[in-house]
């Protein structure tokens, strides 16, 4: 339950820092406010490829437990 409320938060906070650095780039777009932009959103790429993985397991897990289970005529 904390790491799911401390994911949400780093979310959040990679999310302002991206809008930060989008818009310091937009009024001086320089090499090093370039980088900057690129490194907040490699951040972000790689949290929400762990929510994706999080998702895809649950999702295995469910269909698992409540998949179609095979019939007489398929035996």
């Known amino acids: ?3 799911s409320k ?3 938060e780093k979310e959040k906070l990679l999310n302002i820092e991206h809008h930060e650095a989008y818009v310091s780039f937009q009024n001086n777009p320089s ?5 900057a932009l ?3 959103k490699e951040k972000l ?3 929400y ?3 994706i993985e ?8 469910r269909w698992h437990k409540h998949g179609e289970k095979n019939s007489k005529y398929f035996f």
């Open 6 to 8: 401390q994911r949400k």
């Open 54 to 61: 999080g998702i895809i397991v649950r999702s295995r897990a």
């Open 38 to 40: 690129n490194v907040v």
């Open 45 to 47: 790429e790689k949290l």
């Open 49 to 51: 490829e762990e929510k």
């Open 1 to 3: 339950m904390n790491n």
């Open 31 to 35: 090499q090093e406010n370039l980088t």
